[in-house]
DNA sequence: TGTGGATGCCTTTTT
DNA sequence: GGCATCCACA
């Protein structure tokens, strides 16, 4: 076990203790990834069976890298039957093989938080409620809090304090949305996010011996990241761990920033109480950063009441004070970032992916993001819908969701009229309306009109006819047919990609290129399983449970190009950067507004030590006098938090601009950038709703591809590059390219009054000036 | 049944 | 400022 030399004191000891609970405080930048798979290494060598560990991550690409980092030690056929894995992907595992205990088959479908607010949306509208006062983003929260913390609609019934809080609140009614809301997802076999683990306790609770199964199934539990687990998950890995009482979980409190999605910091801050002779690890030596930014990250966490004491300690160079500016409007700030940057990448041998700019909020990248272009520096935006996500790849997995899972009602109100085929909101509320007055699916409905009473026209009764028809058809193979074929032969019946090539835009183009797409992604996971696992069919059904519980976070990181890295502060934790700007310091933006009592202050403020602490050399802070928030200029004062930073470690640097920005400045400022930069606008477009979006638009890998390289130039247009021409819609334009992409005849024109646009040529109808 | 203009609202988002 | 949502209309 030549690798254990590789750890420092603590480390070793973190590891090597594998009796008792132990309770791993990993300072950031610790090490606390590799104690982690040392610590199941060192497990697997001891005699742990690989079946017999269960180790709990929060995203699959943590538990992806940790599996690999672990094969790398002890070889990949230990690794491979490991439970490692996400808290939702484990559990679903669990409750598929029981899921006819709890009423469930197993193949159940996993609403994600879109499909469940449509569905509370709907219960809302049909309890004939106010959507102002019942607002479905909010009923989802706190249905989400009442799952998170095990309240059932009995429990939730019996609650005189929800039930206070929600009258205080003004939605008294909740309790009843919530049972709809319960009753619904049974009756649809499907469970949401939240489920997964409410209903894993509730297998637990109702059926000991099945929990005894699993008690002595697993014989060490690991859970990384332990600070941000709720109430469901802290008492699912209670229980289990119960018989062994063997478990180590790993985490630091001063980085807990996810509690509103139920993360429950008491958790970490309870560990020992909850679980008797636990041995506390603290991991105190920072290897990422100086010591000046070590420092000043523990000054500033130590204004916190409710932490574990530590102390964490660099012994690398004290390296260079903590820069403040000050500047005087959001785009001033925006341009000594790009200009900082430049001067670095000439003083220092850094490349331009050594830099992250952190914010608080996604909508202060676009500043960001205009500015960068400007100076020619290639960037990276992390955030905004991912590839899942997108509506196009939505409407495909629901066809695969509903042909999989008939009840699925949100799959089926999702397409059944996509590709249109005229069956509009009026016919849909009515088989809604039936199927919540019988209590029974919407498919139930659909396939026995006359049972139920529907009333509709004939030509509406023979479209839904059609539709249940190809449903059917397709349901009849789905566990026969190979996931891949099956998936060609949906796309083509229902003509999606040719209901997409009826539309001219780009944007159209790339929803083509997101479907094929993900039809490779089925391909390339059907020839994995086929062989690692060495079956012989891989069906939809596979694909889907797979993909329900992943996010394209995995697929990002891969691309580690040369690019500055934007991203918020949350989409930052557990990465480095040798420089890290951290812009926006400003009251009512960070602190967020919405963070009203101590407790969510105080949450912010570890936001801000996550932030600090992701910088490994130099650490530049900012604040701005003023800021365009919410379509107008808001002045600010500098965060509190800046002063919670001993003034020893910063350094506060004068402004170096000369030039006043005001309103009217900015008026002109961003006009003259629409102008100018229009070129980019098209290039923005296409990127706009994609995970990762970049001004250098080489190819990835990754499922977000989007085609715009294979363009052909046309000899011998009709509109030569430099003529003029006339749309209906835009006016007046000069032609600017010519090409052809994917057999379509693409025009670019610069109209001078809408800007830049590419259109297909076959819809422009353009008359040529002469 | 599909659309366009008016309206109202904004955080963070591992599953 | 910009996006989603809704109602009024074609």
């Not at 004939?458 to 479209?463: F, L, N, Q």
């Not at 990762?692 to 009709?718: A, R």
Request: glycine share 4%; net charge neutral.
């Amino acid at each position: 076990m030549d690798f254990l030399n590789e750890l420092n004191t603590t480390q070793y000891e973190a590891v090597t203790h594998i009796d008792g609970p132990s309770l791993v405080i990993a300072g950031a930048g610790s090490g606390k990834t590799r104690v982690l798979t040392y610590k199941i290494a060192y497990l697997l060598e001891n005699g742990f069976s690989p079946v017999s560990i269960m180790a709990l991550t929060f995203t699959n690409k943590a538990a992806r890298e940790m599996k690999d980092r672990i094969g790398k030690l002890v070889g990949f056929n230990n690794t491979r039957y490991l439970w490692m894995g996400t808290f939702h992907s484990i559990f679903s595992r669990i409750l598929r093989a029981e899921a006819e205990h709890i009423g469930y088959t197993k193949d159940f479908t996993i609403y994600d938080t879109a499909d469940s607010r449509s569905l509370i949306k709907s219960i809302i509208k049909e309890l004939q409620l106010d959507e102002k006062v019942y607002k479905p983003n909010n009923i989802q929260g706190r249905i989400s809090t009442a799952k998170n913390n095990l309240i059932t609609v009995e429990a939730y019934y019996k609650n005189r304090d929800l039930q206070l809080s929600d009258s205080n609140a003004r939605v008294p009614r909740t309790k009843e949305i919530y049972a709809l809301y319960a009753n619904r997802c049974k009756q649809a076999n499907a469970m949401d996010f939240d489920d997964l683990l409410l209903q894993t306790n509730l297998l637990f609770q109702n059926y000991p011996e099945i929990l005894e199964k699993y008690q002595s199934f697993f014989q060490y539990i690991l859970v990384d990241e332990y600070q941000d687990t709720n109430f469901s998950q802290y008492l699912i890995v209670k229980k289990l761990a119960e018989r062994h009482n063997k478990i180590c979980v790993v985490g630091d409190d001063a980085q807990s920033i996810y509690s509103f999605r139920g993360a429950n910091i008491d958790n970490i801050l309870n560990f020992q109480k909850n679980f008797q002779n636990t041995k506390i690890f603290k991991l105190e030596q920072n290897y990422r950063s100086t010591q000046t930014i070590v420092n000043a990250a523990n000054c500033l966490i130590d204004k916190n009441s409710s932490q574990i004491k530590k102390k964490v300690f660099s012994n690398k160079d004290k390296g260079m004070p903590i820069q403040l500016n000050s500047v005087t409007s959001d785009i001033e700030e925006a341009t000594y970032v790009a200009n900082k940057v430049k001067e670095l990448m000439q003083k220092e041998t850094y490349d331009y992916s050594d830099f992250a700019v952190l914010y608080r909020t996604n909508s202060q990248s676009r500043v960001m993001e205009e500015s960068f272009r400007k100076k020619q520096i290639p960037y990276q935006i992390y955030g905004g819908v991912s590839f899942y996500q997108r509506k196009e790849i939505k409407n495909v997995i629901a066809y695969f969701r509903l042909i999989t899972n008939l009840n699925d009602d949100e799959a089926l109100k999702r397409i059944i009229n996509y590709p249109i085929r005229g069956i509009g909101n009026v016919t849909l509320n009515k088989l809604i309306e039936a199927s919540n007055l019988h209590n029974v699916s919407i498919w139930s409905i659909l396939d026995d009109l006359l049972k139920y009473n529907v009333n509709v026209n004939s030509g509406t009764a023979r479209k839904l006819a059609n539709f249940r028809d190809l449903i059917q058809g397709f349901s009849l193979k789905v566990m026969e047919q190979e996931a891949y074929d099956l998936a060609t032969e949906i796309i083509k019946t229902t003509g999606m990609l040719s209901d997409s090539l009826t539309k001219k835009s780009v944007e159209e183009l790339s929803r083509i290129d997101n479907i094929q797409e993900l039809i490779k992604a089925i391909h390339e996971y059907t020839e994995n399983k086929k062989q690692e696992e060495g079956v012989e069919k891989v069906l939809l059904t596979d694909f889907l449970s797979e993909i329900s519980l992943a996010t394209d976070q995995d697929t990002d990181a891969e691309d580690e190009k040369e690019r500055v890295t934007l991203m918020t502060i949350h989409a930052a934790k557990g990465l480095e950067f040798k420089t890290v700007f951290i812009v926006g310091l400003e009251e009512q933006l960070f602190p967020s507004p919405f963070a009203q009592t101590t407790r969510d202050l105080e949450e912010e403020r570890r936001l801000f030590y996550v932030a600090v602490t992701r910088a490994e050399q130099y650490c530049f802070l900012s604040y701005s006098k003023s800021r365009f928030k919410n379509g107008m200029v808001q002045f600010c004062n500098p965060s509190r938090f800046l002063s919670d930073i001993d003034k020893e470690y910063i350094e506060e640097v004068e402004p170096q601009f000369s030039n006043h920005f005001n309103s009217n400045n900015r008026q002109w400022q961003n006009k003259s950038n629409s102008n100018q930069n229009n070129s980019f606008a098209i290039e923005r477009n296409k990127f706009r709703d994609r995970t990762v979006s970049s001004y250098t638009s080489s190819p990835k890998k990754s499922l977000k591809k989007i085609n715009v390289n294979e363009k052909q130039p046309i000899e011998n247009s009709e509109f030569p590059t430099g003529c003029f021409v006339k749309h209906k819609v835009f006016g007046l334009g000069k032609v600017l390219e010519t090409y052809l992409s994917d057999n379509n005849e693409m025009i670019v024109i610069d109209f001078s009054e809408k800007g830049k646009k590419s259109l297909l040529m076959k819809f422009a109808k353009l008359e040529k000036m002469e």
